[in-house]
């Protein structure tokens, strides 16, 4: 050092050398201090670059703008190691490239390959005939005559190649390259601080983006049990929106089971009612640091409302299929000895006269044996044991045949039969006996609904239309009507308002599925002491979704 100080006033003085060499020596000192400057300067820059979030494309621009003052380069391009491909990134001038950003370098036969595999800074001459190795024409297609490639490692692990052209075959110095060597170590260290940077910032993205499409609630509470954070879920099941200020009261049984995980550090459960009449399980799970300190509680809560519907639902169906295999088993063990019953009562009858005392007995016999026969046929018709085959049916003739059955109780009773059936009614596919039995249970229930009415005109009326794709038979009556909390039970087996000798609660429950197995559905319309209208829709074409709709 101190001979390197005594060599420099030598220089100074003009002991070594003349007066002209003096300002020549003092002149070439001077562009390589400014030139150190400028190398400590791009340093500096790309140091400071790693405490700041710029992206690798700022980076190296910021380099490249500076570099380019400092060392003469035609063509700058960066190449990254990404699972375990080679990759082209970033090419400067941006329109000097011959493949496309994205590209991958394959390992064989690569000039890149080899300086990042063995560590080594490659200096190549591109007009050299004897040197064969992939990038080569694409170069040469750039009008490069040279190429410098600096491996960039850290930690002793690649991570890419900086290739650096050049239109002429100078070669580099000395200097040059141990700037360019120390240069590639400090921007090892910018390029892996912008790659974990960004995937630090995805990271978190996706994260958010993922607590944001789930489904269910998801609610961060802190030990004082402030929400700290929740996904949009929650924002839908309480009605919030960007101007809702705070968060809404919680219930005080989900404040309770918050603050009972962060005593006991372990997981809850409960499951909520909410005010809007919704049904919650609540999941709470308790969030620990390094130091297995709990400093926060998730809420995980799930809507089961329609779930738990879905399970009445599931247990009443099961009920039903009990109930009707028990209703199919009772019937035909009655039909035995109803058959004798009513063929001894009605043999019995013929060798009777009216004023014999026990013709009344008898034709009592004989009624309540009808009464139960057609109770009988109900619950068979309700089991799904008595099968119909499906053929091509009219409607309208139905009507006409269920008419001429009932009209003669329906005008006993002072009521008012007005047909309005569509002339040209396309025909239908299925079982008239079975649809005439609908038309009998809805006229039945209408006379019924009449009987118990104040009406002075008491009537009913048929309608039959053609709507789209379906046929429509409506039966309005103008007698009590249903209360409305009831519309949605009057189709459950054996739910009837009707006196014990009078009904039995099945003629809906039969109707509609019957009208299930047309592929239709029936549709209640009814207002108190004003009337009722019970309307049949049957599809053209059979199908076998069905639904009830009140």
Known sequence: MLEDKHEMIALLTGVKSSKKNYYTELKKTVEQLKRKNMQLEIINDVMKSIKIDMSLEDILKNVVDKLRVLVHCDRLSLLLLRNQNLTLTNVYPEDRHHIEIGSVIPNEHSLYWSALKNRQIIFQQLNDSYASFYEKEYLIGLDLQSILILPIYIKNKGIGILSLGRHDASEWSLDDLAFLEQLTDHLAVSIENAQLYNEVLRGKQQWEDTFKAVDDMIIVFDKDLNVLQFNDSVKAFFDLNEQSSGFPILEKSCKTLVQETFYSQKPGYKEMYFQNSSTCEMYTYPIENSEQQVYG????????????????????SGKLAAIGEMAAGIA??????????????????????????????????KNCGDRCKRIIKSLLTFSRQDEYMFESCSLNEAVRQVLNLLKYQLE???????????????????????????????LLNARDALELSNQKNKEIIIKTSLQLNEIHLSVQDNGIGIEENRLSEIFHPFHTTKETEKGTGLGLSVSIGIAKAHGGTIKVFSKLHTGSTFTLKLPLQSSKNAEVTS
């Open 412 to 442: 006993k009773n002072e009521i008012v039969i007005k047909q309005l059936l569509q002339e040209d009614l396309p025909f239908i596919e299925g079982s008239q006996p079975q649809i005439e039995q609908i038309i009998i249970n809805l």
């Open 332 to 365: 035909h063990e009655l039909n035995s000895p109803l058959t004798a019953i009513l063929g001894n009562s009605q043999l019995l009858l013929r060798n009777s006269t009216n004023d014999d005392p026990s013709y009344t007995l008898l034709n009592d016999i």
């Open 297 to 316: 509680v998730i809420a995980y809560i799930k809507d089961v409302t329609e779930k738990r519907k879905m399970e009445v639902q599931l247990l009443h």
